[in-house]
């Protein structure tokens, strides 16, 4: 079965970084284009970023271009996003996601952003 394990993430100070990873598995992963969504309190869950099959494109919100990259490694089924000059409004939970027929959604993990 599809399972998506996420890890990082935490709280960090306004300007810092972080980390977050997804570990894939049950699915042939390097077939599949992967992406990371974040939902801030009361709001809906938005794109952060994607990545297709091979990691030859990269899409990107408005709000972290520049800042945050997403990336994979195939050989280890894992993609990444990489947070740099974190904002307060970044903080949210963090979910990797795979469409495989239908949408598989990783266990989520809390970024604050916080002074």
């Known amino acids: 079965q599809v399972q998506l394990v996420q890890s990082g993430g935490g709280l960090v100070q306004p300007g810092g970084s972080l980390r977050l990873s997804c570990l894939a598995s049950?699915?042939?992963?390097?077939?599949?284009?992967m992406s990371w969504y974040r939902q801030a309190p009361g709001k809906e869950r938005e794109l952060v970023a994607a990545i297709t099959s091979t990691g030859g494109t990269t899409t990107y919100a408005d709000s972290v271009k520049g800042r945050f990259t997403i990336s994979r490694d195939n050989a280890k089924k894992m993609v990444y996003l990489q947070m740099n000059s974190l904002k307060p409004e970044d903080t949210a939970v963090y979910y990797c996601?795979?469409?495989?027929?239908?949408?598989?959604w990783g266990q989520g993990t809390q970024v604050t952003v916080s002074s």
């Open positions: 049950g699915f042939t992963f390097s077939t599949y284009t």
């Open positions: 996601k795979a469409r495989v027929r239908r949408d598989y």
